[in-house]
């Protein structure tokens, strides 16, 4: 099969600043080297792949419905990341992928772009939610089922 991984994906942003801020603060990704693109924005690494790419725009995109609904990372450190996300007041949704138990954590960036981020079933934490209610509308449009403290749900 001639596809091997996922490279990357684009967000058109009239945030730059404040997307840039997330996926490098909140998240950890790191800011890295962008060919001269004729473009203004900026390029995220994950290790050695740049899997975010920033492109500033004047004004937001106008935006319909979309088909790509989320990205989702593999991730490790479960605990160490909630507590990040806490620590910067950034609303969390956790699933729990019934049967694998593999954990979600879903986060929304500045723009309102949904993040996805699996952990492994032997990861320890509070599975608790946080913040829950400020991001319920974007949860709500995303798909994810309603959720309760406590409970888990069908993830997506
Ligand atoms: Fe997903």
Redesign the pocket.
Known sequence: MPLENLNHFTLLTANHEKLKKFYSHILGLTVGLRPPVPSTGTWLYCGETPVVHLVELESAPNVQDTQIE?V?FSASGLAELLEHLRDNEVPYQIAVVPDVEIRQVNVFDPDGNHI?MQFAPEEEADLNSFKLETIRDLILSSGIPEWREGSTTS??
């Open positions: 989320h989702a996805e993830p997506v």
